[in-house]
């Protein structure tokens, strides 16, 4: 489904009063049970190597990823400013920390210039990319990789280049085909209701439907998440996002963190 959840209030590690879901194109409010709570996720990178923030000049800039690695940017800003190069005038976006989901503002690097970061953007449209002072974030490592196929469907996690993970998965109906690029997790969400039509948790992510670009208010953002309908696995049934069998999320879910890199492949 596409846009799995849009914040009626902003989503913290406490109890919220509702969550609205898009639910066959109607927003349905989620009520949290007594005691319970939609919360984010927040998980150490699988090498804890945090280089900043602090990193000034042409010739001190953030090293090189690891082998087999991706750097990741968290914003150490409340407001992080996005150039369309290092030397623009002026930023040309800010992006909020927290993000619009509570969690940390968090992006994946695609490459590095001096003191500058290219950073792919969780915006319209899919796979843009802009430019962040890496003064202004903390940088950490990532050796883990999502692979999203399309046909058949199916979701792989690779931990430094060797596979850990594999399941049949649902992705996007004929009518609203899940989008396929170079995305990343921008958040991973543990939901309230684990019996709910997301399941237990949802992975946000960067990419947006080509079909819905507005659903019930939101930007029509897609993610990876759970279901119960576990009998539409291996099958084109959503709306854009992409279901896992509830104890497939959850294992999925448990092991990346934010800034992980998806790759959805016809």
């Not at 190597?49 to 090189?64: K, Q, R």
């Not at 409340?78 to 989901?101: D, E, F, H, I, K």
């Not at 854009?240 to 448990?254: D, F, H, K, M, S």
Request: hydrophobic share 45%.
């Amino acid at each position: 489904m596409v846009l799995p959840f849009r914040v009626v209030r902003r989503i913290g590690p406490v109890a919220v009063t509702a969550l609205v879901v898009v639910l066959g194109g109607s927003a349905v409010a989620v009520a949290p049970k007594p005691g319970a709570a939609i919360s984010t996720v927040p998980r150490a990178h699988p090498l804890t190597s945090f280089f900043g923030p602090g990193f000034e000049g042409i010739d001190s800039g953030p090293p090189a990823a690891p082998a087999g690695s991706v750097l990741v940017a968290t914003a150490a800003v409340a407001s992080l400013p996005v150039y369309t190069t290092p030397r623009a005038l002026g930023p040309s976006l800010a992006l909020a920390n927290p993000n619009p989901l509570g969690a940390p503002l968090t992006l994946l690097v695609n490459a590095v210039s001096g003191g500058w970061l290219q950073v792919f953007l969780p915006e319209r449209p899919n796979e843009s990319t802009g430019w962040v002072s890496s003064t202004d974030v903390t940088l950490a490592s990532d050796n883990e990789h999502i692979v999203v196929h399309l046909s058949p469907p199916s979701v792989t996690l690779y931990r430094a280049g060797a596979q850990v993970f594999e399941a049949t998965a649902a992705v996007g109906a004929p009518d609203a085909p899940t989008p396929t690029g170079h995305f990343f997790v921008t958040e991973v969400l543990k939901l309230t209701d684990p019996g709910d039509a997301y399941g237990p948790y949802a992975l946000g992510l960067s990419g947006f439907s080509n079909t819905y670009y507005s659903f019930d208010g939101g930007p029509g953002q897609i993610a990876i998440h759970g279901t119960n309908q576990p009998w539409v696995i291996g099958g084109y049934a959503s709306h854009g996002c992409v279901r896992l069998t509830n104890p497939q999320i959850t294992a999925l879910a448990t092991q990346v963190p934010a800034g992980t890199p998806v790759d959805i492949e016809a």
